[in-house]
């Protein structure tokens, strides 16, 4: 029997279309099989599709790239809450989502959604054999925690990055990070690019869940723990984050730009 599951699709930590990072959101009444969530998310291919299903007073979310079920994603929990209070609990002022990574919550604040994650700080530690010629660039310190994280001295070596994707692929890692210092006259605190083709994503626009690690980092590093960043992908986004030690706050715009059914 053929159903037909509403679906959206969100541009995340952006105030307008084909800016940020696009999401699909999927609202469904009770859980599918995994193969079915998956090849929905393959035929979507976009970075992560997200699958909803109501509780008692939260939202049960998953999340899945083309190739993969994630453990944690920043802009598809995003695109999620935008549609929550968009067209199903359009009263409330903040919602919770049970997730492979715990409680998360998602409040409004003005035109930010400002959601409340999981700290991840990462313990530095030796360069995989390569490295350098893997991005393109020797970073100044390497660290690990679920992404490996490379640091670099400025925002335009960041920039420059030409990344070989089946080499990173290859590393034991589940992605990489790059990031470096804002630089004159740049908007932000820190900068960064994140690289997950072993997700089946070659470079993320825009990365919620690597700022679980980045925000501990640039906080300690700068002495702030309110902060700003940029993602320096093609299309681009920006991240209001603030450090609470063992959570991190990151709150960002979203942009509507379909509503539509699927059929499966």
């Known amino acids: 029997m053929t159903m037909r599951l509403p679906m959206y699709q969100v541009d995340a930590f952006t105030d307008r279309v084909f800016g940020g990072n696009p ?5 469904l009444e009770s859980w599918l099989a995994d193969q079915t ?9 976009l970075a992560e599709t997200a699958f909803l299903v109501a509780g008692a007073n939260a939202w049960q979310l998953r999340w899945f ?10 802009h598809a929990t995003l695109a999620s809450a935008q549609v929550v209070f968009a067209h199903l609990w359009p009263n409330e002022m903040s ?5 492979r990574s715990g409680r998360l919550t998602v409040r409004r604040e003005g035109e930010l959604l400002v959601m409340d994650f999981p700290a991840r700080p990462a313990t530095p530690c030796e360069p995989p054999p390569g490295l350098e010629a893997i991005l393109g660039a020797a970073p100044r310190e390497v660290a ?6 490379c640091v670099y001295d400025t925002a335009d070596q960041v920039r420059a990055l030409r990344p070989d994707f089946a080499a990173i692929a290859r590393l034991d890692t589940h992605a990489v990070i790059a990031t470096g210092p804002g630089g004159p006259g740049d908007d932000c605190d820190f ?11 070659p470079e993320d626009p825009v990365t919620g869940s690597a700022h679980c690690t980045l925000v501990p980092y640039w906080s300690k590093r700068l002495g702030r723990t309110e902060l700003r960043a940029r993602q320096l992908s ?16 990151i ?11 699927i059929r499966v």
Do not use: H, W, Y
Not at 23 to 27: E, K, R
Not at 65 to 74: N, S, W
Not at 191 to 201: E, L, T
Not at 238 to 249: F, K, S, T
């Open 65 to 74: 790239t083309p190739v993969a079920e994630i453990d944690l994603c920043g």
């Open 37 to 45: 969530l998956q090849s929905i998310a393959a035929e979507n291919n």
């Open 234 to 249: 093609p299309r681009g986004g920006q991240l209001v984050c603030r450090d609470l030690g063992a959570r991190i706050q």
């Open 144 to 149: 690990a925690a679920r992404d490996l994280l």
């Open 191 to 201: 900068v960064s690019r994140f690289f997950a083709p072993k997700m089946g994503v």
């Open 95 to 99: 919602v919770g989502f049970d997730t």
């Open 251 to 261: 709150a960002g715009r979203a942009a509507p730009f379909l509503e539509g059914a």
């Open 23 to 27: 999401a699909a959101v999927v609202v």
